[in-house]
């Protein structure tokens, strides 16, 4: 056995769009519905979703059967030695692709590569486990970093004026820019269409792109979507399980609340 090949990094590298659904809803049952629906990438949500280790686990094992798409895991976060922590867990599941929140500094972008990769290139600790197949993967301790995908996401002010030096760490795959905690700092809290959030986000993508990494983002509006992808976004989370069902049965419920039913829908009763 061989140390599987990350293809959403090489995606990435290859500058190839892939589309991706956010996954809150920390269950095994949505995560099938979304993972057999032929997304390029799914992100199992762990810093606002009550998701654990074991739940993570759950959706990874069931992702997996799904082998076009790819799973993402976003942990509470990153940095500093509880992050190198929680780093090395989620790797140790077998997870290939990280998304770092809050990232507003080179230092703490160099922290978390650092915590991805086996010494002497990082301070990952060695282990057997399932990302080995419990050692069937002979090679896994030396081939696993060039497999390992790391995004950052840059959602506050600092972040922002930090965005190029964040861009030039080595071992950063991509950058995300998180609309919501970036426009409540821009002083748009609740409102992350504002405009001028929307500018700020505009040229950061055009930093990012032009440093020559990928670029992400998070929008459940389609021509937003679609203008960012032109642009040159690489991944691109295009909706939310759990907006999808609030949305979904919010319109059924203001389709049917109010209908009376008809004579002939209850005669002969």
Known sequence: MKTPINKFKLALKNKQAQIGLWQGLAAPYPAEICASAGFDWLLVDSEHSPNDLQSTLQQLQIIAAYPETTAIVRVPHGYGDSGAAIIK??????????????????????????????????????????????????????????????????????????????????????????????????????????????????DAFARVIKSGKAAGYLTADEKLAQRYLDMGVTFMAVGLDNNILVRGTKALVERFKDVKPTASSTSGY
């Open 89 to 202: 867990q989620h790797l140790d599941l077998g997870v290939q692709t990280l998304l770092l929140p809050m990232i507003d500094t080179p230092e703490q972008a160099a922290h978390v590569v650092a915590a991805t990769r086996y010494a002497p290139h990082g301070i990952r600790g060695v282990a057997g486990g399932r990302a080995s197949l419990w050692g069937r993967i002979a090679d896994y301790a030396v081939t696993a970093n060039e497999q390992i995908c790391v995004l950052v996401q840059i959602e506050s002010k600092l972040g922002l004026e930090n965005l190029d030096a964040i861009c030039a760490v080595e071992g950063v795959d991509g950058v995300f820019i998180g609309p919501s905690d970036l426009a409540a700092s821009l002083g748009y809290l609740g409102q992350p269409m504002h405009p001028e959030a929307l500018k700020i986000t505009d």
